[in-house]
């Protein structure tokens, strides 16, 4: 390749000399930033599922539990029962 003008090497000279630089460098930086990206984004979504299953355990443990079912289905049986006899 040659010179320019003022005895410095081309643009092209200098790609070519330097081109593994040129594309594993950006290539790596990249791959980093995607997998740095993926790896909060992970982490957001494993914290946001122990959140939610804290609170559905503080629901669960505050909850009184019924001995008796109150549901319609039940208290009207037991009314036709009690009317019956």
Not at 55 to 83: F, M, N, P, Y
Request: proline fraction near 4%; charge should be positive; hydrophobic fraction near 45%.
């Amino acid at each position: 390749m040659g010179r320019g003008a003022d005895g410095s090497p081309s643009a092209l000279d200098v790609v070519l000399h330097h081109w593994p630089l040129l594309i594993f460098v950006p290539a790596v930086l990249v791959l980093l930033g995607t997998f740095i990206g993926i790896t909060r984004w992970w982490d957001l979504r494993d914290g946001m599922r122990v959140a939610d299953r804290t609170v559905g355990d503080k629901w669960r443990l505050g909850r009184r539990r019924v001995e008796q079912c109150t549901c319609s289905w039940h208290t009207i049986a037991t009314e036709v029962r009690a009317e019956n006899g």
